[in-house]
């Protein structure tokens, strides 16, 4: 799992700098790169430097739990696993080993529509006794039958809520994809696409294959009244994930979204985008307890995760780093590094005197 010459992670930075020796560039440049200038890229992680915490002294921390629910969802964590495409050019396992490691660390997984592995391969790669729940994330395709046949099933194989992303009508300028002319190998393929043959065939115009999928199959006419029409074809509670404005997560809510992502896509959508965690108050306070709030973005350190349930997320999305604990070493890297986040999570908690999740409020932290 780890080379002769380097110690075992001790933070998920170090698992960045490791996964490095096991991705090509071109897979490299993929999964760490943002849209345009990359401001907003790096503004998410800076963004948490800018929040400064006010630690409780004198509680009783000797007995602490982590675990809390979304959805009504259980999580031993307040993590779920953000919605990643083509999993398996870091590891051949991608989305099953992924999966496996969240189910047994009870952390939740949103499956994106774009996996290397399939619907149903990824519903049944769980621990025994897991209850750690697994979204289906989705676009809405220009095909809407298309649409339709993977929500129906996502629900006959059991995940146990549809997340729509809506900040993605037209893919982002990522100039480290264009310039490498980002396509998948032959052998991997998108599992549950597998009609679309567009990714293994970069564009005549030197644009990547991802951006000829976007062009040609993801339906930039969507608007809110199709929220209506893709609940009415299952019952399982909708997200909205890609929302940065709190006039948009109140009209999300008013069109029946049970929970908001605060996202901007990891940085690869629109550069100088607000960061993530600079949007969660004005999401919070615009939903006003009307559906639960989630942060994506920006998520590398224990305290992060603090931080932002003191300022109003009910959990958080785990994104790159599940990538790099991935490249590393599979199912056992995706663990570990679930695992140093909890430990560090674990002990922020207690040096701010919150023995619960329901201990972490505002009170916690003031913008520096």
Known sequence: MYNDHCLKPINLLEYEQLATEHLSQMVLDYYSSGAGDEITLRDNRAAFARIKLRPRMLIDVSDRNLTTKVLGQV?????????MAFQ???HPQGEVATALAASGAGAGMVLSTMSTKSIEEVATASHPNSEAPRWFQLYI?????LTRALVERACAAGYTALCLTV?????GRRERDKRNQFTLPPDLQLAN???????????????SGLFTYFAQQIDPTVTWRDLEWLQSLCPLPLVVKGILRGDDAARA????????IVSNHGGRQLD???????ALTEVVEAVNGRAEVILDGGIRRGVDILKALALGAKAVLLGRPVLWGLAVGGEAGVAH?????RDELDVAMALSGCASIDDIDSSLVKRG
Do not use: F, M, W
Request: charged residues 20%; glycine residues 8%; negative net charge.
């Open 88 to 90: 398996c050019l870091a």
């Open 253 to 260: 809510v008013e069109y029946g979204a049970k929970a908001i």
């Open 272 to 278: 100088g985008a607000i960061a993530t965690l600079d």
């Open 337 to 341: 590094v679930i695992e140093l986040l």
């Open 193 to 207: 696409l597998t009609s679309v043959a567009e990714l293994n065939i970069p564009d005549q115009q030197g644009e």
């Open 167 to 171: 900040d993605a009508p037209v893919l």
């Open 141 to 145: 395709h220009k095909d809407r039958g």
């Open 75 to 83: 999580l031993r964590l307040p993590v779920l696993i953000a919605p």
